[in-house]
Protein backbone atom coordinates (compact mmCIF):
# COMPACT_ATOMS: atom_id res chain seq x y z
CA UNK A 1 0.00 0.00 0.00
CA UNK A 2 1.26 3.24 -0.67
CA UNK A 3 1.70 6.12 1.80
CA UNK A 4 2.73 9.55 1.06
CA UNK A 5 5.41 10.69 3.03
CA UNK A 6 5.51 13.68 5.57
CA UNK A 7 8.40 16.23 4.65
CA UNK A 8 11.06 16.38 7.44
CA UNK A 9 12.63 19.50 6.81
CA UNK A 10 15.31 18.47 8.88
CA UNK A 11 16.30 15.94 6.20
CA UNK A 12 17.03 17.25 3.21
CA UNK A 13 16.63 14.50 1.20
CA UNK A 14 13.78 13.43 -1.27
CA UNK A 15 12.41 9.71 -2.45
CA UNK A 16 11.57 8.29 -5.71
CA UNK A 17 7.46 6.88 -6.39
CA UNK A 18 7.27 4.26 -8.98
CA UNK A 19 3.77 3.22 -10.51
CA UNK A 20 3.81 0.64 -12.51
CA UNK A 21 1.69 -2.24 -14.60
CA UNK A 22 0.07 -3.24 -17.66
CA UNK A 23 -1.22 -0.90 -20.05
CA UNK A 24 -4.70 0.63 -19.89
CA UNK A 25 -4.27 0.00 -16.08
CA UNK A 26 -4.27 3.31 -15.03
CA UNK A 27 -0.57 4.16 -14.38
CA UNK A 28 -0.51 7.89 -16.03
CA UNK A 29 -4.18 8.60 -14.63
CA UNK A 30 -2.63 7.37 -10.76
CA UNK A 31 0.71 9.69 -12.02
CA UNK A 32 -1.37 12.91 -13.08
CA UNK A 33 -3.51 12.46 -9.76
CA UNK A 34 -0.50 12.97 -7.66
CA UNK A 35 0.69 15.86 -9.25
CA UNK A 36 -2.13 17.62 -9.44
CA UNK A 37 -2.30 17.52 -5.75
CA UNK A 38 1.42 18.76 -5.36
CA UNK A 39 0.00 21.32 -7.45
CA UNK A 40 -2.90 22.18 -5.42
CA UNK A 41 -0.89 22.69 -2.55
CA UNK A 42 1.27 25.19 -4.06
CA UNK A 43 4.69 22.81 -4.41
CA UNK A 44 6.59 23.11 -7.62
CA UNK A 45 6.36 20.41 -9.57
CA UNK A 46 7.95 19.84 -12.88
CA UNK A 47 6.64 16.89 -15.74
CA UNK A 48 8.86 15.28 -18.54
CA UNK A 49 7.91 12.55 -20.60
CA UNK A 50 9.94 11.16 -23.69
CA UNK A 51 9.99 12.42 -26.88
CA UNK A 52 8.62 9.85 -28.61
CA UNK A 53 5.65 9.74 -27.21
CA UNK A 54 3.72 11.96 -29.63
CA UNK A 55 0.32 9.41 -29.51
CA UNK A 56 -2.17 12.02 -28.07
CA UNK A 57 0.08 15.10 -27.44
CA UNK A 58 3.22 16.76 -27.95
CA UNK A 59 3.61 18.42 -24.78
CA UNK A 60 1.04 17.43 -22.77
CA UNK A 61 0.82 13.64 -20.42
CA UNK A 62 -2.55 12.40 -21.20
CA UNK A 63 -3.96 9.31 -19.61
CA UNK A 64 -6.32 6.82 -21.66
CA UNK A 65 -9.46 8.57 -20.08
CA UNK A 66 -8.23 11.98 -21.48
CA UNK A 67 -7.27 13.66 -17.86
CA UNK A 68 -4.01 15.64 -18.77
CA UNK A 69 -1.45 17.84 -17.63
CA UNK A 70 1.59 19.72 -19.50
CA UNK A 71 4.83 17.97 -19.40
CA UNK A 72 7.93 18.82 -21.46
CA UNK A 73 9.25 15.93 -23.64
CA UNK A 74 13.02 15.60 -23.35
CA UNK A 75 15.12 13.39 -25.58
CA UNK A 76 17.30 11.59 -23.22
CA UNK A 77 16.86 10.86 -19.21
CA UNK A 78 20.18 13.69 -18.71
CA UNK A 79 17.80 16.49 -19.93
CA UNK A 80 15.86 16.09 -16.69
CA UNK A 81 18.92 16.72 -14.69
CA UNK A 82 19.13 19.85 -16.51
CA UNK A 83 16.12 20.98 -16.29
CA UNK A 84 14.50 20.10 -13.18
CA UNK A 85 15.87 23.33 -11.13
CA UNK A 86 14.18 24.91 -8.13
CA UNK A 87 11.65 22.59 -8.28
CA UNK A 88 9.65 20.17 -5.15
CA UNK A 89 8.49 17.23 -7.13
CA UNK A 90 9.05 16.04 -10.45
CA UNK A 91 6.91 13.59 -12.56
CA UNK A 92 8.10 11.21 -15.43
CA UNK A 93 5.49 9.13 -17.96
CA UNK A 94 6.77 6.66 -19.66
CA UNK A 95 9.59 5.70 -17.90
CA UNK A 96 10.29 2.76 -19.77
CA UNK A 97 11.07 4.57 -23.15
CA UNK A 98 14.20 6.34 -21.29
CA UNK A 99 18.13 5.08 -21.13
CA UNK A 100 19.51 3.45 -18.57
CA UNK A 101 20.98 7.00 -17.36
CA UNK A 102 16.94 7.57 -16.04
CA UNK A 103 18.01 5.65 -12.93
CA UNK A 104 20.87 8.03 -11.55
CA UNK A 105 18.94 10.97 -12.56
CA UNK A 106 15.79 9.65 -10.14
CA UNK A 107 18.45 8.91 -7.75
CA UNK A 108 20.25 12.43 -7.90
CA UNK A 109 16.79 14.42 -7.66
CA UNK A 110 15.70 12.38 -4.88
CA UNK A 111 19.59 13.07 -2.98
CA UNK A 112 18.78 16.59 -3.92
CA UNK A 113 15.19 16.93 -1.70
CA UNK A 114 12.71 16.66 -4.66
CA UNK A 115 9.91 14.25 -4.70
CA UNK A 116 10.07 11.84 -8.30
CA UNK A 117 6.62 10.25 -8.95
CA UNK A 118 7.71 7.87 -11.82
CA UNK A 119 5.17 5.67 -14.04
CA UNK A 120 5.98 2.64 -16.77
CA UNK A 121 5.30 -0.44 -18.01
CA UNK A 122 7.21 -2.89 -15.73
CA UNK A 123 7.13 -5.85 -18.48
CA UNK A 124 7.19 -5.73 -22.52
CA UNK A 125 4.79 -7.10 -24.92
CA UNK A 126 6.81 -10.00 -24.47
CA UNK A 127 6.46 -10.82 -20.68
CA UNK A 128 10.02 -9.57 -20.13
CA UNK A 129 11.32 -7.01 -17.71
CA UNK A 130 10.53 -3.39 -19.79
CA UNK A 131 14.07 -1.49 -19.88
CA UNK A 132 15.09 0.72 -16.77
CA UNK A 133 12.07 -0.23 -14.93
CA UNK A 134 13.29 -3.45 -12.47
CA UNK A 135 16.08 -1.10 -11.50
CA UNK A 136 13.62 2.11 -10.97
CA UNK A 137 11.44 -0.36 -8.95
CA UNK A 138 14.34 -1.42 -6.85
CA UNK A 139 15.99 1.73 -5.61
CA UNK A 140 12.24 3.71 -5.03
CA UNK A 141 11.22 3.97 -1.32
CA UNK A 142 7.44 3.69 -2.93
CA UNK A 143 6.03 0.89 -5.28
CA UNK A 144 2.49 0.71 -6.59
CA UNK A 145 1.11 -1.81 -9.06
CA UNK A 146 -1.48 -1.17 -10.80
CA UNK A 147 -3.55 -3.49 -12.72
CA UNK A 148 -5.93 -3.32 -16.09
CA UNK A 149 -8.81 -5.64 -16.19
CA UNK A 150 -8.58 -9.15 -19.01
CA UNK A 151 -10.49 -8.21 -22.22
CA UNK A 152 -11.06 -11.96 -22.22
CA UNK A 153 -11.93 -13.68 -18.72
CA UNK A 154 -12.47 -10.32 -16.23
CA UNK A 155 -10.07 -11.40 -14.26
CA UNK A 156 -6.85 -8.83 -12.72
CA UNK A 157 -4.77 -8.30 -15.68
CA UNK A 158 -1.01 -7.63 -16.01
CA UNK A 159 0.50 -8.83 -19.06
CA UNK A 160 0.19 -6.62 -22.53
CA UNK A 161 -0.59 -8.28 -25.56
CA UNK A 162 0.72 -6.84 -28.58
CA UNK A 163 -2.03 -8.14 -31.57
CA UNK A 164 -0.15 -6.35 -33.90
CA UNK A 165 2.47 -7.97 -36.02
CA UNK A 166 5.65 -5.70 -34.88
CA UNK A 167 8.69 -7.38 -33.21
CA UNK A 168 9.92 -3.98 -31.92
CA UNK A 169 10.19 -3.73 -28.49
CA UNK A 170 9.53 0.11 -28.68
CA UNK A 171 5.81 0.31 -30.62
CA UNK A 172 3.83 2.78 -29.50
CA UNK A 173 -0.09 1.89 -29.75
CA UNK A 174 -3.28 1.63 -28.12
CA UNK A 175 -6.47 -0.18 -28.34
CA UNK A 176 -6.03 -1.30 -31.75
CA UNK A 177 -2.41 -2.66 -31.13
CA UNK A 178 -2.46 -4.13 -27.44
CA UNK A 179 -5.17 -5.52 -25.02
CA UNK A 180 -4.07 -6.08 -21.22
CA UNK A 181 -4.85 -9.70 -20.61
CA UNK A 182 -4.51 -12.14 -17.36
CA UNK A 183 -1.65 -14.89 -16.57
CA UNK A 184 -3.73 -17.53 -18.48
CA UNK A 185 -5.13 -15.27 -20.86
CA UNK A 186 -1.76 -14.20 -22.10
CA UNK A 187 -0.25 -17.93 -22.25
CA UNK A 188 -2.82 -18.74 -24.45
CA UNK A 189 -2.91 -15.85 -26.41
CA UNK A 190 1.08 -16.80 -27.34
CA UNK A 191 0.72 -20.10 -27.35
CA UNK A 192 -1.97 -19.05 -30.31
CA UNK A 193 0.50 -17.08 -31.99
CA UNK A 194 3.02 -18.76 -31.94
CA UNK A 195 1.24 -21.49 -33.39
CA UNK A 196 -0.05 -19.49 -36.15
CA UNK A 197 3.43 -18.54 -37.03
CA UNK A 198 4.60 -22.05 -37.57
CA UNK A 199 2.07 -23.24 -39.89
CA UNK A 200 2.91 -20.25 -41.84
CA UNK A 201 6.30 -21.04 -41.75
CA UNK A 202 4.89 -24.70 -42.69
CA UNK A 203 3.02 -23.37 -45.70
CA UNK A 204 5.68 -21.44 -47.22
CA UNK A 205 7.92 -24.49 -47.28
CA UNK A 206 5.41 -26.76 -49.17
Known sequence: MFLENT???SEQFGWIEVICGSMFSGK???LIRRLKRAQFAKQRVEIFKPAIDTRYDDEMVVSHDDNEIRSTPVPASSNIRILANDVDVVGIDEAQFFDDEIVAVC????NRGIR????GLDMDF???????????????????????????TGNLAHYSFRKAQNDNIVFLGETQEYEPLSR???FKAMKEAQNKITSSDKSKDE
Open 184 to 186: AAY
Open 107 to 110: NDLA
Open 126 to 152: KGNPFGPMPALMATAEYVTKVHAVCTR
Open 28 to 30: TEE
Open 7 to 9: VNH
Open 116 to 119: VIVA
